[in-house]
Every structure is written in structure tokens, then in C-alpha cells.
């Protein structure tokens, strides 16, 4: 299958071959799920923690003698029933971790890279190069490449500081080089757009 490349002008200047083979792989949504749970559950830092009555500052001392107060006993301020004591039962910090391993991730890769090319959500770029760190160069080049409004994901093989600066404020536009490429980047944005040398990586740690 050929697919046509494109220039940031929007007109054709190339054809991408691929394979049928890349193409005709059959899609595992089970698997796809599996590694789609597994990277969102590992974006968790779960650092959340409650202080417990020995880990609360101060309460060493008896607040008053056991008897002939006329008041309930207590033997520290830090009782989990006293204001700015300890939790009971608080959250914990906890690390969960989904391993996944390497063959299955690249096969639900290659999945959702070659339903993406079939339902025509794929465009292949020769390059695209943003001249002046403004959003209204970004908004142009996306605007000539009628993108504007679509939620849009671009992986670049050249991502310099001129480049982040003028699409770090529009929030519908994610960007990413090919080593850092996910499944959860894939499936949350409608359109993707590739470079040609991106798209020669992905091909080749794909399939």
C-alpha cells in the first residue's frame, strides 16, 4: 500500500510504501486494553499519605492526670480523636506496577498504528519546521494542514526549543518523537501526523 506524503503546504510532493503485511495484522483488543491499562496505571505515583498517631509531631505528654478532673481521660493530644491527630485507616503510599513485556506492547503498537492508517486518522509529513517560536506560526501550519479544531497528535523526529514554544499553548496538540511514543498518545487523539523519517522508525521497531 502506498500512502501519499505531504509537505506543511499540504500538497502532495511523495508516496510512503508499506507493506500489506504491516497492514493485515489482526486487531487484539484484548491485548491493546491490557497495555493500555498497564501504562496509565504506571503513571500513578501513588505518594498519598495520611500520618498515623506515632508519626503526628508533639503529644508526648499526658494532657492532664488521669483522674479527678471531671474531663474524659486522654493520654495524648495526637489521639486519631483529637483535632490534628492521627488517621486511622488513612491512605498508605503504595506503588503498583503492571509489567507488560516488550512483545506484547509492540504488537498492540503495531495494532493501533495499522488501524490508524486504515481509517485514514494516519498522514505522513515530510517535515515540519516552525520558523518562529509563536503560536501563530503553529496555528498556521495547522491551519494550512486543516487541522484546526481536530485534537491532533505529531511526532517529530526534530523537536527543538523554537518548536516546543509555539505549540505549548495550544491545548488541542500534543507532540512526541517516535522513541516516546505511546499507545494512551495513539487512541486519545483523533488525528495523528508523522514525519517520514518517524514513520520509517516506527515501522521498523514495530513490525
Wanted: aromatic residues 4%; proline residues 3%; glycine residues 8%.
Amino acid at each position: 500500500m502506498k500512502l501519499d506524503v505531504i509537505n506543511a503546504e499540504n500538497k502532495k510532493t511523495a508516496e510512503f510504501e508499506i507493506a500489506d503485511s504491516f497492514l493485515n495484522i489482526e486487531a487484539k483488543d484484548d491485548l491493546i486494553h491490557d497495555v493500555l491499562l498497564a501504562y496509565l496505571n504506571n503513571q500513578h505515583t501513588g505518594s498519598s499519605n495520611a500520618k498515623t498517631r506515632a508519626e503526628v509531631r508533639g503529644g508526648g505528654k499526658k494532657p492532664w492526670k488521669q483522674k479527678g478532673t471531671g474531663q474524659a481521660r486522654h493520654g495524648s493530644i495526637r489521639s486519631p480523636i483529637w483535632k490534628g491527630g492521627g488517621v486511622v485507616f488513612g491512605p498508605r503510599p503504595l506503588k503498583v506496577r503492571f509489567k507488560v513485556n516488550k512483545h506484547s506492547k509492540r504488537e498492540a503498537m503495531h495494532c493501533v498504528i495499522a488501524g490508524k492508517i486504515k481509517d485514514g486518522e494516519l498522514t505522513i509529513i515530510e517535515s515540519i519546521d516552525i520558523k518562529e517560536p509563536k503560536t501563530k506560526s503553529a496555528m498556521a501550519v495547522l491551519k494550512q494542514l486543516n487541522l484546526s479544531g481536530s485534537k491532533v497528535l505529531i511526532v517529530n523526529d526534530s523537536v527543538n526549543e523554537t518548536f516546543l514554544r509555539a505549540i505549548r499553548n495550544i491545548g488541542n496538540l500534543k507532540v512526541t518523537k517516535p522513541e516516546n511514543l505511546n499507545i494512551f498518545d495513539l487512541l486519545s487523539n483523533t488525528k495523528v501526523i508523522v514525519t517520514k523519517k518517524s514513520m520509517e522508525e516506527l515501522i521498523r521497531r514495530t513490525a
